[in-house]
């Protein structure tokens, strides 16, 4: 039986569908089915909110400002995540929304009230609602990593399975989070890109290391491509040594003080006995040789 099909149409003809929204709505669903399983609706009263540490540590008063002329004008679209212990109602998700009522002297709102969750459960919860719904700082998202990872004792493995992101992206994070306080400081005051800070935080104790350090808490090297020429311009290959070997290539996104540095880290949680780490130290060392040369 021959089948019948819709008559050609030109290309200005043809309509376009935009499933944006509906997908940005879809996906949001999904994410609040599973976020929160297992809680129940309530009006809570905002002076019984107790407001705990978040993973969003820098909030912009304008957008709170404008955030609440919203809520005093449609009402309160979101509701809070709270959870419930013994007669405690704790803020898990939403200090924007919460900031924002109580500068327009809410009393009481609609809520998520979740209860019996373990501390490891709702700093998971706080980190995946944060991250999907406002634009975290990577300090911020760092620093949550962090912390879920010293409340937890949770190896990298553990935390990309509890929080959803890649084991690489585990791995920076906690290196970024270790970094010095004013350095941190100056990434979220400055808007410095991650990669300088990582790039940054391989490079050998000295000179150039620190006057690095100098451009980044002043917020005059903001992005990579400034360290890549600082690093070019700071001789990396020194005047009269003549390179023998043509040195390996490296993963894209690395520079070789951050390849060799990882791969110390790794090494250390590998499994071996001493005769191999022995060994595996030898080849690190004769391959930072390499790379100075």
Same mark, same amino acid.
Request: glycine share 4%.
């Given at each position: 039986m021959a089948? =019948?099909?819709?008559?050609? &149409?030109?290309?200005?003809?043809? *309509?376009?569908?935009d499933l944006?929204? /509906?997908?940005?709505?879809?996906?949001?669903?999904?994410?609040?089915?599973?976020?929160? /399983?297992?809680?129940?609706?309530?009006?809570?009263?905002?002076?019984?909110?107790?407001?705990?540490?978040?993973?969003?540590? /820098?909030?912009?008063?304008?957008?709170?400002?404008?955030?609440?002329?919203?809520? @005093?004008?449609?009402? $309160?679209?979101?509701?809070?995540?709270?959870?419930?212990?013994?007669?405690?109602?704790?803020?898990?998700?939403?200090?924007?929304?919460?900031?924002?009522?109580?500068?327009? =002297?809410?009393?009481?709102?609609?809520?998520? &009230?979740?209860?019996? +969750?373990?501390?490891?459960?709702?700093?998971?919860? @706080?980190?995946?609602?944060?991250?999907?719904?406002?634009?975290?700082?990577?300090?911020?998202k760092a620093?949550?990593?962090?912390?879920?990872?010293?409340?937890?004792?949770?190896?990298?493995?553990?935390?990309?399975?509890?929080?959803?992101?890649?084991?690489?992206?585990?791995?920076?994070?906690?290196?970024?989070?270790?970094?010095?306080?004013?350095?941190?400081?100056?990434?979220?005051?400055?808007?410095?890109? *991650?990669?300088?800070?990582?790039?940054?935080?391989?490079?050998?104790?000295?000179?150039?290391?620190?006057?690095?350090?100098?451009?980044?808490?002043?917020?005059?090297?903001?992005?990579?491509? @400034? !360290?890549? +020429?600082?690093?070019?311009?700071?001789?990396? &290959? @020194?005047?009269?040594?003549?390179?023998? +070997?043509?040195?390996?290539?490296?993963?894209?996104?690395?520079?070789? =003080?951050?390849? $060799?540095?990882?791969?110390?880290?790794?090494?250390?949680?590998?499994?071996?006995?001493? *005769?191999?780490?022995? !060994?595996?130290?030898?080849? !690190?060392?004769?391959?930072?040789?390499?790379?100075? !040369?």
């Amino acid at each position: 039986m021959a089948k =019948n099909f819709a008559p050609r &149409v030109t290309k200005k003809q043809r *309509k376009t569908l935009d499933l944006s929204n /509906k997908l940005e709505r879809d996906l949001f669903k999904l994410a609040d089915d599973r976020l929160l /399983k297992g809680a129940r609706l309530a009006e809570v009263k905002l002076k019984d909110v107790v407001v705990r540490d978040q993973v969003r540590t /820098k909030f912009n008063d304008s957008s709170i400002r404008e955030l609440a002329k919203n809520i @005093q004008a449609n009402g $309160l679209i979101q509701p809070l995540v709270l959870h419930l212990k013994g007669h405690k109602y704790t803020l898990i998700c939403g200090e924007r929304r919460f900031r924002a009522m109580s500068s327009i =002297n809410m009393e009481d709102c609609p809520c998520f &009230v979740l209860e019996g +969750k373990t501390d490891e459960e709702l700093m998971a919860i @706080q980190f995946s609602e944060n991250s999907s719904r406002e634009a975290l700082h990577f300090i911020d998202k760092a620093d949550g990593i962090l912390n879920y990872q010293i409340a937890t004792k949770a190896s990298e493995r553990k935390i990309t399975a509890a929080l959803g992101i890649s084991k690489s992206e585990v791995h920076r994070s906690l290196l970024i989070a270790k970094l010095p306080k004013k350095i941190r400081e100056a990434a979220k005051a400055y808007d410095i890109e *991650k990669y300088v800070l990582l790039e940054w935080d391989a490079l050998k104790k000295g000179k150039l290391r620190k006057e690095v350090e100098g451009q980044i808490v002043t917020g005059q090297m903001t992005k990579r491509a @400034q !360290l890549k +020429k600082v690093l070019k311009a700071g001789g990396v &290959v @020194q005047a009269g040594r003549k390179q023998t +070997k043509k040195s390996p290539a490296l993963p894209r996104g690395l520079s070789a =003080n951050a390849f $060799l540095k990882a791969m110390e880290a790794k090494s250390k949680d590998l499994p071996m006995d001493k *005769k191999t780490r022995k !060994l595996m130290q030898q080849l !690190l060392d004769e391959t930072k040789e390499i790379v100075d !040369l």
